[in-house]
Structure formats: C-alpha cells, structure tokens
C-alpha cells in the first residue's frame, strides 16, 4: 500500500474487560491468591492496556471488595507517611498508580437454570446489596467462587434478569456461543429460547467467534425475536489467570465523552448509556477505526472493473480491510 488513509472516529474511546475472575474464583491461576495476585491482576490489565475491568467471580463478589480494600489501605498509607514526613516507597506509589490507571467495577458470573452463565455487573453505589442478591440467587457465602452448574441457583434467566433490573444491574449474556452460552444451550430449547432472547433487560451478548455474532444478529432481525432496543454485542477475556493467558486478549472499545475515570460510579453510568446505543458508542471485535473502515465498504462493497493500477488499489484495499477484521 503506497498511501495510508487516516480515518477519524469521533469521541473518546475507552478499551474494556467485561469478564475477568479474580483470585476469589476457585479455578484463578494467577501468581496467588494473597494481596499479591489481586495486584498481579491489575498489573497485567495495565501492561494490556485495558481502561476497565470489571471483576466477574464465580457467583461471588468478594474479588472485587478485596480490591478496594487493598487501595484503601495503600491510600492510608499513603498519607500517613505525609502527616509524618516519612518517604513514600516506590513500590507503595506504583500499586497505588494502578488504581488510578485502571478502573475496577463489581460483577458476577452467575451459574443460572439451566446452567446458563449471566455476566451482572453492578452499579457501585448498590456495592452493599450485591451480597444480599447473591443470597438470594441460591449463593450463600459457603457456595460461592465456585461454579455449580446452576444446581444452587433459585432463579432461571428472566427471573435474574427481573431481579437484576431491581438494583439497577446491568446483565451481559456470557460467552454465548460457549459450553454454557444462552446462544449455544438455546439451540436445544426450541421456540423457549425466544424469551430469552427478547428479554428487554438483556442489554449485551459476550460472543467468542464473530461468525456466531453474525448468526445471532440474523436471528434477532426475525418478527419472532424483535427487540424494541438494539442489543449489544461486546467481547471479554474470560481471564482465569491462566500460563499465557492475558487480560484484554478480547475486549471491547466503548465511547465515553468527557469520563472522569476515578469516579466509579460515573463509569458504571456511562457504560449502561454507551450499550444503550451500541451502534454509536461500542466497538467489538476490533477497534473503532476498523468498524469505520467497514462501514464505508458496505457502502461501495464493489469493483466496476479491472483495467488499471487505480483498480487494482482498490481491490488490494478491499481485501486487506475485511482480512483484518
């Protein structure tokens, strides 16, 4: 390619991990699973530049507290050694930039019947209702961080939706087109998957494979499965932590104008709004710029001709800018 066109994508464009397990979950495979691997945890989604992440524990909550615990006391430290003029380590300064780098939001993966996986990411604000919610899913404190293939949970997929609504919630179907996806179990329902589907409180799909996305958009496009609001379809790491693994491996870029990062709640708001509107605001796969470049070839997605060096450009372009998706 001699010329490269810079394409412009208006707005501010965050990169984010809607499914990272912490070492709350009892298949983590981090580093550890002590102050340490929580650390660990935000250090690889900072080397992986990711803006956000969201701490999605096996029906468990107790990955993200641990986390804020952690920077509250890194905080206190820290101005306890100012009151007293004492240094301040590099090591103390550079954990507490972690939180300022990358922001934590609470969720859950919640196993729900029949052994369907929910991803609920929860306003900060309602922190203090999230433990009270799970226990009333079926998820005592006993059962939690682990994955039950739905045989605990009291609800199934619209009654979750219905009780997530309740606190504000936010629900993201899990790897849909996976071992325990809705895409993939709805294939033995029949006409039963179509509830589910259209459930108005399911605001995204996780999907792995953009050919399923493509086979979940056609089926929504359907009269049986119209939906009055346009569901969204983001991708996630399912990180566990494991050798080779890392955080942001998938992710989704959503516009967030004018976001004051340090104010969790504030980016839990503008999250709801961005997949509200996924046609404007969220990307996935890819960046923004690539969907750009998309758009534009489904406007002209045709060659006239092959008679000169300009046509011949013009398919080079065409076939590198769909490879890349």
């Avoid at 464009?13 to 945890?41: C, E, M, N, R, T």
């Avoid at 999605?56 to 615990?69: C, R, S, W, Y």
């Avoid at 046609?279 to 690539?290: C, H, K, N, Q, T």
Wanted: with cysteine.
């Amino acid at each position: 390619m001699k010329k490269q066109t810079e394409i412009e994508v208006p707005g501010n464009w965050f990169q984010v991990d809607f499914h990272v397990h912490s070492p709350a979950s009892y298949d983590f495979q981090g580093i550890g699973k002590d102050d340490s691997g929580y650390l660990w945890l935000l250090e690889e989604s900072r080397q992986s530049k990711i803006d956000i992440v969201v701490i999605t524990d096996h029906n468990e909550i107790a990955g993200f507290f641990k986390l804020t615990e952690i920077e509250k006391d890194l905080r206190r430290t820290i101005k306890t050694l100012e009151r007293t003029g004492d240094p301040i380590s590099t090591n103390i300064l550079d954990q507490t930039s972690l939180f300022d780098q990358v922001v934590i939001l609470p969720g859950v993966e919640l196993d729900v019947y029949p052994n369907v996986h929910l991803l609920i990411l929860f306003d900060p604000d309602q922190a203090k209702q999230i433990s009270s919610f799970l226990d009333n899913a079926g998820y005592t404190e006993d059962v939690r961080g682990k994955e039950t293939s739905s045989k605990n949970c009291k609800w199934n997929i619209d009654q979750a939706l219905e009780e997530s609504e309740l606190i504000g919630a936010i629900v993201i179907a899990a790897h849909v087109d996976s071992d325990k996806g809705l895409y993939q179990a709805s294939k033995e329902w029949g006409q039963n998957r179509i509830s589910a589907f259209c459930n108005e409180r399911l605001s995204a799909m996780e999907f792995v494979n953009p050919v399923a996305r493509d086979q979940i958009e056609s089926i929504l496009r359907t009269p049986d499965y119209a939906r009055k609001n346009r569901l969204a379809f983001v991708q996630s790491s399912d990180f566990h932590g494991k050798p080779g693994q890392k955080v942001g491996t998938r992710r989704t870029y959503i516009r967030m104008d004018n976001l004051d990062k340090k104010d969790r709640c504030r980016v839990f708001q503008e999250l709801r709004k961005a997949i509200k509107n996924p046609d404007e605001f969220v990307s996935a796969p890819g960046r923004p710029e690539l969907q750009a470049i998309l758009e534009k070839l489904e406007d002209k997605p045709s060659i006239e001709s092959l008679r000169n060096d300009d046509d011949y450009s013009l398919l080079a372009q065409l076939i590198c800018a769909y490879a890349n998706t």
